[in-house]
């Protein structure tokens, strides 16, 4: 049997849902059974993925594998998931991310590792169909369902103000994502006054987008509903001045669950972004594209600058992801192929890498119970494999090139200075900063004298255990790979990045028409 | 009196034939709750099946003051469900606190039977005692443990601000009675339209236009009209409460449909700005004041208040000419009697035991201690938030797309209600917080469910979940909104 042949996306995508309720029949004291059968289905669910990438044809333009079911036909409501090549990358992404995260939660979840293991299943599930899904409504379906496994993963599991966190995590994502929602229905709404009345397709992405290439969507509806999306996904990226829940929600959550909030969480805004609030109102994109690019700009700076001063290491890195998906929302608005391929890219690589950052303070924060940099010294000499990786990913957060944090932003760079010299001035600017603030936090913590923190806990502070190594080696391996070959990804994702760039210039060349 | 209009309003007379034959079986077999609970139970499924029977061909009866169409079928077995779960979920508050069962029962029958009567009522006088008939056993319900404080005080009340409402309602009546001399739905509609068409209405009529809205306001528990909610549900048995959150609720939004949609149709332009201006402060004031609470059943009575609010979001968008309202409306009510009910069987589970209460802090470490009921009254609270895929996030996704198809103000209706839906995550989630993320004070006893009591849960659960997600459930909704305007 052929692999086309079965409706692989939805097998991706409910694996682990199917996971998860197996899970709910396990007793809660068989630790050691859930814990593997929670990796065995997160792992089904990868090899499904890269079966998808392997049977994934880049050259064919659109979506593939689409799977499409009436679902609520009086409203045109499907149930249509499909893949092009930027679903594809972030999907596997997603799926890598997953079973390192249920790893490496294998030792520093003792309690109630049921509960967390199907939480952290049922979120796989909902980012996955994010990405996949092709119809609105189902999308905001999966985009809320990641909600609530995120909020009792911070709320249970997490730090000290936990619950302050999570509940500051769920009100920003929550006011965000329900305007969004009205936004959905008064677009469908207009596809469906435009089409006779008749809600066939209303919920259609590869409809929706057609009409709104052609300038269906009316000038005051799309400023609307451009901002309503936009205001959803900023708050997900998180783009200045909407961040202000990610260095708490980062701080507070199990080492798994910032992984997965750097890792794929982020990515959902961003995807957002490029998949749907850019294609389906792209006047209105171009209207708020100067804004949006300074506010990016801010975002780079200020995450960079407020990244130097923090004494807590995950909340540097939390700093340090705002500065870095500021790249990310400036290569979308910046209109330019090159930018847009840097920004999804960059998103691959901030997950890969920004997940494997979080990794590693994990595996000292389990050792120290403390993320103060300055009680750290000395580290390169008392677990001098842990210091090697940690430089290692460091080194690819910065920008080294070889590694692949370096691509993303150069091609970012390379598009915005197209179109904006000074924005690209101010950008690179940031690279310097970056620079400042990462390694002089690695200096701190690696090098120097053995602090007195650190002699204190003797026996306590060992080097990286093979399960650790295990979850870190895939990461590390990727950023080498991308960082050399980045044609890999660029591939998959320059189709649809110019076709979609293609698509913006030409909406706005029809709505000059009418203006005229 | 004919034959055939006997057989129209059979559901009514079967499910009075019940309440009754529960006090009979009480008085036959005293002290054993077991047969009149069976008696109940059977009976609503005897109720039901007569209703789906008498609602396979629609009919009028009595010369069109009663209508037997797809709207009151479908109201008819919402109340029948709301009648049938309220008894599941009683007898385990109840019986530890040696309150009666079968009265209680034959109390709830009895008003339930008023509820569906209003569903059928196309005349302003069969609707005005339909009404009454509904809130009088109310009255009993709240009072029902009546050697307490709290009870009592909610129990008057609502019976005094019932009482007055009712009276303004009924002079609303009596005006529009008077101005077109008719008291069938069809013919004041018809009379009205002739009256509105001059453009603008006379004093009078505007002045019964405001009566009734009040009245329908006061019963519905819309804001400003609210005051006598949150004591009448904080003061009354638990299981009364969830009845009285969803029964005289849904009721009194069928009153708002055979009234504002039926009757006052032509009416629109008047009463459309005053329906959106009392959605809009409804939720908004439901849930700010929802937000302060400590308690539970508190809470929930605010939350209701919110609810109220959304669904009349429904009613606006009707009024703003969307049909769509209406449907909205319909499917509102029946997710969110299921939801709703459902977190209240939850509260009535912990306060089994007397002198359990319902603050916040009696739900510390519930998912832990019994992690099936953390984890539906997790679900319920989700629905209600309005999370998908949960019927609660349906059934505002409904009334959203109603409102912004209407257009114009009632678009900025929709960003109220969704801006309210977000705070309203604040308080149910803070429920959850203290069932997932906080430890008991004390070791608290497990609660233990009879296995009645249990069947309700899965019941008003697996509603709760499969409501949105089954489509045929649309075709019922569209079908009973249309019987307004066939």
């Known amino acids: ?516 | 009196m004919a034959w055939a209009d006997l057989t129209t309003i059979a559901p009514i007379a079967v499910a009075v034939l019940v309440a009754a034959a529960i006090l009979v079986v009480d008085i036959v077999l005293p002290g054993r709750r077991g047969p009149a609970i069976a008696t109940a139970l059977v009976g609503l499924a005897v109720v039901a099946l007569v209703i789906l029977a008498v609602g396979r061909t629609p009919a009028t009866a009595f010369g069109g003051a009663y209508s037997a169409d797809d709207l009151t079928t479908f109201l008819d077995i919402l109340f029948v469900c709301i009648a049938a779960l309220t008894i599941l979920f009683a007898p385990d508050y109840l019986e530890p606190r040696d309150l009666p069962v079968a009265e209680f029962a034959a109390v709830l029958v009895f008003a339930v039977t008023g509820a569906m009567l209003i569903a059928a009522a196309t005349d302003l006088v069969v609707l005005f005692v339909a009404l009454e008939l509904m809130v009088l056993p109310g009255y009993l319900l709240v009072a029902f443990a009546k050697r307490d404080a709290y009870a009592t005080e909610g129990a008057i009340k609502y019976f005094l601000l019932g009482s007055f409402s009712s009276a303004i309602f009924l002079f609303g009546l009596a005006f529009t009675w008077g101005l077109t001399g008719t008291t069938r739905i069809a013919e004041v509609a018809a009379q009205l339209s002739r009256l509105a068409s001059g453009g603008g209405i006379s004093a009078g009529l505007a002045m019964g236009l405001a009566l009734m809205t009040t009245g329908v306001a006061f019963k519905m528990a819309a804001v400003p009209f609210h005051y006598w909610t949150p004591d009448a549900y904080q003061g009354s048995p638990t299981p009364v409460t969830g009845y009285l959150s969803v029964g005289p609720k849904v009721g009194a939004f069928a009153i708002a449909l055979r009234l504002f949609v039926g009757a006052l149709d032509p009416l629109r332009a008047d009463w459309l700005p005053v329906v959106i201006v009392l959605a809009a402060i409804t939720m908004t004031l439901g849930n700010l004041v929802a937000i302060t609470q400590d308690n539970v059943k508190r809470m929930l009575a605010y939350s209701s208040i919110a609810h109220t609010g959304y669904i009349l979001v429904g009613l606006a968008a009707f009024g703003g000419g969307q049909q769509l309202g209406i449907q909205g409306l319909l499917f509102y009510a029946a997710a969110y009697t299921f939801m709703n009910l459902g977190a209240f069987a939850v509260v009535t589970a912990l306060q089994r035991r007397p002198g359990v209460t319902s603050q916040l802090t009696t739900f510390a470490g519930l998912g832990r201690r019994e992690p099936l009921l953390g984890v539906l009254m997790t679900l319920f609270l989700l629905s209600l938030t309005g999370i998908p895929p949960l019927a609660g996030f349906f059934a505002k996704a409904y009334v959203i797309l109603a409102a912004v198809q209407a257009g114009g103000w009632l678009t900025v209706l929709a960003v109220i209600a969704v801006l309210n839906a977000a705070a309203a995550a604040f308080y149910y989630l803070r429920v959850v917080v203290y069932m997932y993320m906080r430890e008991p004070a004390e070791e608290a006893l497990p609660s233990g469910q009879s296995g009645l009591f249990r069947i309700g849960l899965a019941v008003t659960a697996v509603v709760t979940v499969v409501l949105g997600l089954v489509p045929g459930v649309l075709t019922v909704v569209q079908q009973a909104a249309r019987a307004l305007h066939s």
Request: aromatic share 14%; with cysteine; net charge negative.
């Open chain 1, 1 to 516: 049997m052929n692999v086309t042949d079965l409706p692989i996306l939805s097998l991706i995508t409910f694996v682990p849902l199917v996971g998860a309720i197996v899970l709910a029949f396990v007793p809660g004291d068989r630790k050691a059974a859930i814990r593997w059968t929670a990796l065995g289905f997160a792992l089904a669910s990868w090899v499904l993925s890269l079966l998808l990438l392997v049977g994934f044809a880049p050259a064919h333009p659109g979506f593939q594998y689409t799977e499409a079911l009436d679902w609520i036909p009086a409203f045109g409501i499907q149930y249509k998931l499909g893949v092009d090549g930027i679903s594809l990358v972030l999907v596997v992404l997603t799926t890598t991310l997953s079973w390192i995260s249920i790893l490496a939660s294998f030792a520093p979840i003792q309690e109630r590792v049921k509960e967390y293991m199907i939480s952290f299943l049922v979120l796989e599930v909902g980012m996955l169909g994010v990405f996949l899904a092709l119809d609105l409504f189902l999308f905001y379906i999966f985009w809320e369902i990641v909600l609530v496994p995120m909020y009792l993963i911070i709320g249970i599991w997490g730090g000290a103000n936990r619950i302050y966190a999570t509940i500051k995590f769920v009100l920003y994502t929550l006011v965000g994502s329900l305007l969004m929602l009205v936004a959905i229905l008064a677009s469908a709404f207009a596809f469906q006054v435009a089409h006779g009345g008749s809600w066939a397709g209303a919920f259609d992405y590869e409809q929706l987008a057609a009409f709104a290439a052609h300038g269906g969507f009316a000038t005051d509806l799309q400023l609307f509903a451009f901002l309503a999306f936009f205001l959803a996904f900023a708050i997900k990226v998180p783009m200045f001045p909407f961040h202000t829940w990610l260095p708490d929600a980062h701080t507070e959550a199990p080492t798994a669950g910032s992984v997965i909030l750097a890792g794929v969480l982020l990515k959902l805004g961003g995807y957002g972004l490029i998949r749907f609030a850019v294609p389906l109102f792209p006047s209105a994109a171009q209207t708020f594209g100067p804004a949006i690019v300074v506010l990016s700009l801010i975002a780079i700076i200020y995450g960079a600058i407020v990244s130097i001063v923090q004494p807590d290491l995950k909340r540097l890195i939390a700093y340090s992801s705002v500065s870095h998906m500021g790249f990310v929302t400036l290569g979308i608005f910046i209109f330019q192929p090159q930018a847009l391929q840097g920004a999804i890219l960059q998103m691959v690589n901030h997950g890969l890498i920004t997940g494997a950052l979080f990794l590693c303070v994990g595996v000292i924060y389990e050792r120290t119970h403390d993320r103060t940099i300055a009680k750290m010294g000395g580290l390169s000499a008392l677990t001098p494999v842990w210091a090697a990786t940690f430089g290692f990913f460091i080194l690819a957060s910065v920008g080294l090139p070889g590694l692949s944090g370096f691509v993303g932003e150069f091609l970012v760079f390379v598009g915005t200075f197209a179109a904006s010299p000074a924005a690209a001035v101010v950008a690179t600017f940031v690279m310097i900063l970056s620079a400042t603030y990462l390694l002089w936090m690695f200096q701190r913590v690696a090098f120097g004298e053995v602090s007195d923190f650190l002699h204190g806990l003797g026996h306590h502070l060992f080097d990286m255990r093979p399960i650790e190594v295990a979850t870190l080696v895939p990461l590390g391996t990727l950023v080498v790979v991308f960082g050399l070959f980045p044609g890999l990804i660029l591939d998959l994702i320059g189709g649809p990045a110019r076709a979609m760039m293609d698509g913006v210039h030409a909406a706005t060349a029809v709505n000059l028409l009418f203006w005229q």
